[in-house]
Each structure stands twice: as C-alpha cells, then as structure tokens.
C-alpha cells in the first residue's frame, strides 16, 4: 500500500491543510508498508546556497521514486529583503542635491527595515506552526538541508531535542552543522559546529572511506576525489559521541590542517537516530548518483528500516588524526611522510590506544599559532619515532 504523496509548505492558512491527512494514525499491520513523513527545513537566515533551488526536488524525488519517504517542506517564504547601499558622495554634488539623496536613502533603509521585520516574523510564525508538539506528532523525522544561521527561530528547543530522542530520525546536509551554533543541544544533536571551510567548493578534494563495507558509505570507493565544499568543526566536536564513516584524506588534501576533518557520520540520540554529511555545498553534488545513494540510505537508516554499526569509533578517529597530523608536519620539519605514515601504522597495530592517549596533545596543536607549529609538530613526530 502506498499513500498518495502530498506536500505542503508551511505558512499562513495552511497548517490545517498540512495535518489532516494523518490525523487517523495508521493500524500497525500496515504502518510498514507506509512510506514515513519527513519535515524538510531548507530556511536560512545566514548564507543561502544555491543549490537548495536543486537540493528541494532532489530531496521529494528520493522519497517518491523509491516509496521510503514523503515531505512537507518549511521553506523560506520569499527572497529576504535588501537593504539600500549607502550612498557616496561624488565631487560636485551640491548641498541641496546630497540632502535629497540622503533622504532617499533614509526612506529606502527604513522601508527596508520594516520589510525585514515582517520577513523575520513571517519565519517565525512558521517555525512556530512546524515545530508545535501537535505538528511534530505526525512527523518520523526531519531534513535539514543546507540550512544556516544561529538564529534559526525553533520554538522550543528541548522540547524539539525531546522529540528526536523519543525515536525520531534527524538528517542533516552540509550547512545544517552552520546552524544554531550559539546552541549546545543542537552541535550535540548534530555532531559538529562550522568553523570554516578551507576545502573550497572550487576544489578537487580527497576522501577515505573508513568502513567501505558500510550501508551507509559503500557506494564511494575506498579512496576518492570529490569536487565540493568542506567544513572544519570547531573544538566542540566529540568523537565519543558519533560514528565517523567518511573523512579528509589529508595525505592527498590542500590545506592539511586542522588535521582530521569528519565528512560524514550517524549516532544515535536516545531512541533516536541522526545521520550527517557534509556534501552537498555543489549543484552538481545533488545530481551525482553516488551522493543520491548516500542520502537514501543514510534516510532510510534514520527512519529505522535497518540497522547498521552506529556506535562511536573514537579510536578510529584518533588513528586518522595522528596520521593526518604527521601528513601535515612531514614537509615542514623535512621528513618523509610515506616513511613516518608507515612507523604510525605499525604503532596503531601493536597499541590500539596508542593514536588515542596523543588526542590531548594533538587537539593542543590546533591552539597554538604558525610560529608555535614547528615546536608541535618536532614533539608529535618525537612520540612516532620513540622505539
């Protein structure tokens, strides 16, 4: 059985449209046989990437065409207003002229500052509605593509956490970890707070896969270059709390720092589940098979239609950030990275806590400034010498 997709856009006037459909629970001989309901969020109040214009059909084309999933979308109600350039004045322009010019730009600047009050409060009214506990009882998960801004207009945030943990999914693309950074509770949620992006969207970048045996990450090749833009967390990042599947080769990266940089990853939250990656910056990532295949079956193991390992691997993480660090430090102090890459290797097979008791030392490296980075890396490469 399958029910007819429906979407609807939350605003004004149409919550009640949104929540009637499954005001009847279905009985629990068929609830399988249902495609789940999802709540796709693309608003931004920071930087908005174009290609949420292509993410949008992507994400309802996945649902639809593979019978998993069907959306209801919380979108940006309309192009956030501008605010006027501020005028300069040119060589000759009387007095009187200037003041005219300066009126109009006060004019303009106070319309524009309306106009954005009524944007923000047109948001806010529609979070309000999404996230209500009677609208978020119809709900399996949710889908935050690509969203931005630490003033993401949630309601109530423990009450939103609650809700995921109870056994809901939360899926999020690329800027979904540029979102409410200010908020503890969702970087814990999602696992990672922006701090830049040094891995441009221009570039070409490397990749390895940790577990290529994985659901979730098998459609990549082991090792593999991808052109689009890559996050860099900041030091809130635990890697006891997540699963990492995909990260920065940084053997084969420019630049190799901050070291070890997590791309994609799952845990579970409660009763929860939540599934990240950080593709998706590119148009062309969207339309790429392998990257299509990453959402659905990191969707459909969010949902709860199978089980894959999804606990924390932090001694994996360690491992790939000594090597990562080494990668970095090897043509600094004038050493040969193959060589020093392949004396860690031996260390992380003799020791499985080995990579993990340098974690302080190696999360210290990130503090310290350019001119303090020989000093670090001599003491990193001193500890991979020692017999």
Not at 336 to 354: G, H, P, T
């Amino acid at each position: 059985m399958r029910l007819i997709k429906r979407t609807f856009w939350f605003g004004i006037g149409t919550m009640s449209m949104a929540l009637c459909p499954l005001l009847n629970a279905p009985s629990a001989a068929i609830a399988a046989e249902i495609p789940k309901r999802l709540l796709v969020v693309t608003v931004t109040e920071g930087f908005r990437h174009g290609s949420i214009e292509t993410a949008e059909p992507v994400l309802e084309e996945l649902g639809r065409t593979t019978g998993l999933y069907r959306v209801d979308f919380l979108k940006i109600p309309m192009a956030r207003p501008s605010s006027p350039k501020q005028p300069k004045r040119e060589t000759g322009t009387s007095d009187e002229d200037w003041k005219k010019t300066e009126e109009v730009f006060k004019s303009e600047s106070e319309a524009a500052r309306v106009a954005e009050g009524h944007w923000r409060s047109e948001i806010k009214n529609r979070f309000a509605k999404a996230f209500d506990p009677e609208s978020l009882k119809l709900f399996d998960g949710i889908i935050f593509a690509n969203t931005t801004g630490d003033d993401l207009p949630i309601p109530d945030m423990n009450l939103f956490l609650e809700w995921i943990r109870s056994g809901k999914a939360f899926i999020g693309m690329h800027a979904a970890t540029d979102t409410l950074k200010k908020s503890d509770g969702y970087r814990d949620l999602v696992g990672g707070a922006f701090a830049g992006h040094p891995w441009g969207g221009g570039g070409e970048h490397a990749f390895v896969v940790h577990e290529p045996n994985h659901r979730l990450s098998s459609m990549f090749p082991e090792r593999f270059r991808w052109k689009d833009e890559i996050y860099q967390y900041d030091m809130r990042f635990d890697p006891g709390t997540v699963r990492v599947l995909l990260s920065l080769d940084m053997s084969a990266s420019t630049p190799k720092e901050p070291w070890h940089v997590p791309v994609s990853w799952v845990r579970e939250y409660g009763k929860g589940r939540v599934f990240y990656t950080n593709l998706g910056h590119n148009d062309a990532t969207w339309k790429d098979d392998a990257y299509r295949k990453h959402l659905t079956e990191g969707i459909a193991w969010a949902v709860g239609n199978f089980d894959v390992l999804a606990e924390p691997n932090p001694h994996l993480q360690a491992d790939e950030y000594i090597r990562s660090v080494v990668a970095a430090a090897a043509p600094v102090i004038n050493r040969n990275a193959d060589e020093l890459r392949a004396k860690v290797d031996a260390k992380i097979a003799a020791d499985q806590n080995w990579a993990l008791s340098l974690r302080p030392m190696l999360i210290e490296g990130r503090t310290k400034q350019t001119q303090e980075r020989l000093g670090f890396y001599a003491n990193v490469i001193a500890e991979v010498d020692k017999p």
